[in-house]
């Protein structure tokens, strides 16, 4: 503006009260208060609280827009266009409420036709992405149902030729990845609907490494609410899928092999991707690789389904991954779970003591990570010194640290259950080890004769307790 514009005197409810100046499309928020759309959208995703009374709005909470402010603003501008301001244009109404009900109908009557479904999946994804709200109305107009019926259409064996079937079958993945499956939903659909596994199995044993994952979190979803006798009988091919998955997980970290992003930019080029998606690629395999672990904890419960594990490699592919870069605490909890239950058969054990990095990666992650991580690996260690005590495992134990770290047990501050624990192991293996000239024999006696609690006691006088 030249000065003679800055003399002109704006009405004050003309001002936006975050950029100050005149408000383009006035929105009314549920607090009271009126913004212009753009400055309170930017400010939200930032601080989500009303500027004005410090209420709190959620990103995607509701706002009304002030089509008679619009108006007067309008009219303003009109009458002192001779001096030099220019009229708001009227702005076009932004995707809400009425554009997800009419998708969710294009997508309930498009019939067979794939290419109509594709452009509204297409379409109710960009609304999905916009928040909570959109996505509570799709999932209250069952839209995770019929993606869950384009799912097991789509993957069937009769049905993958042509492109865009295979393309309503990603976009669908990823929609109902976005919006989920309700819990009182996911308890009946796979007692209702016996293909759904089937499909998901299909899919996991395809080459697109996104809708694995996909497929791995829907899977977690749809088990943990389910009977539990489906989660015992789980077919063998969905347990092969899940391995092979974080087998590929961590391969994608190795230097010779594709990143994670190289991984997804060539699962995106297969389904003829021009824009980039907003969804976080990365973020999306994490969550994979947590549910797939929490799937194997789950379903490790039963004989059968431990003896499927390691039949196929699990215990292997477990150690790997914690060795990987990927390790974070839940994950590593979640590893220590699954190995400490295959560890209760033989042949688990076996695996574990086969693989170079198995006793050595349980070792140091004890006392290191968390209380749950420190339970599950001194189980562990407990049920392979027990049951598996042969020569080779016992100088192992002491060769990586093993004994050391018991000793390490018995006088930190921890449970006593983990002192009688790394007790019994020591006691269990002592005329053995007194003989390794790296053992502290003298130490060693005084932690197999003092009982845990005195330990304990001593611990907290150390450290002024």
Known sequence: MDHEEEEIDIPNYFICPISLEIMQDPVTAVSGITYDRQSIVKWLKKVPSCPVTKQSLPLDSELTPNHMLRRLIQHWCVMNATRGVVRIPTPRAPPGKLNVFEEIKNLKKSGDQVLGKVETLKKLEVLAMEGDRNRRLMCEGEVHKFLILFIVKYSSEEEVEGRHRMEGLNESLRL???????????????????????????????????????????????????SSHIVERLNPDIFKGIIRFLKDVVSSLNRTNPTFRDTVQSSNSRLGNTEPSKLDHSLVIKQAVTAALMILVETSSWSRNRTILVDNGAVSELIELELSSISEKRTTELVLGVLSRLCCCANGRAEILAHRGGIAVVTKRLLRVSTAADDRAMSILSTVSKYSPENEVVEEMVNIGTVEKLCSVMRVDCSLSMKEKAKEILRDHFDMWKMFPCVDVTLLSKLISSSPKDLLSEFNSRVGF
Do not use: M, W
Request: hydrophobic residues 40%.
């Open 176 to 226: 109902l990845h976005l919006i989920g499956v309700p819990s009182n939903d996911a308890r009946t659909i796979l007692i209702e609907n016996d293909r759904v596994l089937e499909s998901l199995t299909r899919v996991l044993h395809k080459q697109d490494f996104l809708n694995k994952a996909y497929t791995i979190v829907l899977l977690r979803n749809l088990t943990e609410n389910t």
